[in-house]
């Protein structure tokens, strides 16, 4: 069930990001943006199906632009900070039902999307030299940096821009620069500083956009090996080493899901999935830690381990209770499926259910 999740949410992630990128070039080029997205997967496909090491090598350049355009927004925006309060709600988009809270709650539901992939570091721990202590550290490291660079981001753009503008310039069919891009030629106050960082950003959600693709076709091949899929989806290139049928797969899926247009309920429909593993993860180590309570074993490692009640772990609690709350409270908003108005919450269940059919089929021999 998680690696079936863990893989649509994947694919749908893909859709988001392909949206996000055709958000910024349509400041080049005014062309459909669904469009726009589909020719994007479609180039990351070709570079996936050429080999991982060619991948490899346009992750790194992509991944050093990213980088640097994200410190290049930090460096412009610092001189602005002070000019808005960062820290109290305008009481006028208020309704007499709402509260502080909602608008931070939903904030945080979405750019729980912006924290996909960390958990791919574990992946290389076969090749990592101890592994125990490197791959945790590692793990821990990256999240702390880049959770301090979006926060300053985050900070610089709404200091230099108001989030209205930012919230328009993030829309598909506005015609202007995107929402960074916004900020990079208003803090420069030319429209050199919002074009030289379109091309930025083009280059960091093109990235992502690459590292999905390759993530999930790779998941789907791994879950086809443990025959949990049809065994075609585990064949390799011989020349490549590549799962072709894999990436061929998850490519069609990409595609229509960027079909649905919405850079928004495709961001939501994903961040739906994430917590949904999250949970799944989090409930499944409790579950295991009160099975498992009275092992010895056990119970020297819970010790260990800040944050623990004798065998109870707190962390995991509280990522359960955090999982399900959001969940329940932030994904009620209505998309368009087949013409039908359907919670974002609901269609993203009935997706989960196919897991079942999925995994009683899977139990039968595809050989």
């Known amino acids: ?13 893909v859709s988001a990001v392909s949206l996000g990128f055709a958000s910024y070039f349509k400041l080049y080029l005014d062309i459909d943006p669904i469009m726009v997205g589909i020719v994007l997967i479609l180039i990351v496909a070709v570079f996936n199906f050429r080999g991982i090491q060619l991948s490899a090598r346009v992750n790194t350049l992509l991944t050093f632009a990213e980088v640097g355009g994200l ?28 509260s502080g809270w909602q608008p931070m709650l939903a ?38 940096i880049t ?4 926060i300053l981001v985050a900070m610089v753009a709404v200091s230099v821009v108001s989030a209205d503008a930012l919230f328009t310039a993030s829309k598909l069919d506005n015609p202007s620069e995107g929402p960074l891009a916004l900020v990079a030629s208003t803090a420069l106050n030319s429209p050199v500083g919002g074009k030289l960082f379109t091309v930025i950003a083009l280059c ?18 791994g879950i086809a090996r443990e025959n949990c899929l049809p065994d075609f989806l585990a064949k390799v290139n011989p020349k490549t080493r590549t799962p072709v049928s894999a990436v061929a797969l998850a490519t069609l899926f990409c595609i229509l899901f960027t079909l649905g247009g919405s850079l928004g309920d495709v961001a939501n429909l994903t961040n739906v999935g994430v917590f949904l593993v999250f949970f799944m993860v989090n409930l499944m180590l409790l579950m295991h830690r009160y099975k498992n309570r009275s092992s010895e074993t056990l119970r020297q490692t819970s010790l260990a381990l800040a944050l623990n009640l004798g065998w109870f772990p707190l962390l995991p609690f509280l990522g359960t209770l955090f999982c399900a ?22 269609y993203a269940l009935l997706i989960t259910a196919l897991a079942v059919p999925i995994y009683l089929l899977s139990r039968r021999d595809w050989n």
């Not at 069930?1 to 992630?13: A, E, K």
């Not at 959770?147 to 979006?150: P, Q």
């Not at 709350?325 to 609901?346: C, D, E, K, R, Y």
């Open 147 to 150: 959770t301090v660079v979006y």
């Open 325 to 346: 709350a959001m969940l329940l409270t932030q994904f009620w908003q209505p998309m368009m499926v087949l013409g039908i108005s359907v919670p974002i919450i609901i």
């Open 204 to 221: 960091a959600t093109a990235n992502t956009v690459l590292v999905l693709h390759i993530v999930t076709s790779r998941m789907l091949y």
């Open 107 to 144: 904030a945080a539901a979405l750019v729980f999307f912006a924290y996909q992939g960390f958990e791919d570091i574990a992946n290389i721990a076969e090749e990592t030299r101890d592994a125990e202590t490197t791959v945790p550290l590692a793990l821990l490291l990256s999240l702390l």
């Open 1 to 13: 069930m998680v690696g079936y999740v863990t893989v649509v949410t994947g694919i749908i992630g």
């Open 71 to 98: 410190l290049f927004i930090i460096f412009i925006g610092l001189p602005y900070l002070g000019e808005v309060d960062l820290i109290t709600v305008d009481p006028e988009p208020m309704t007499a039902d709402a």
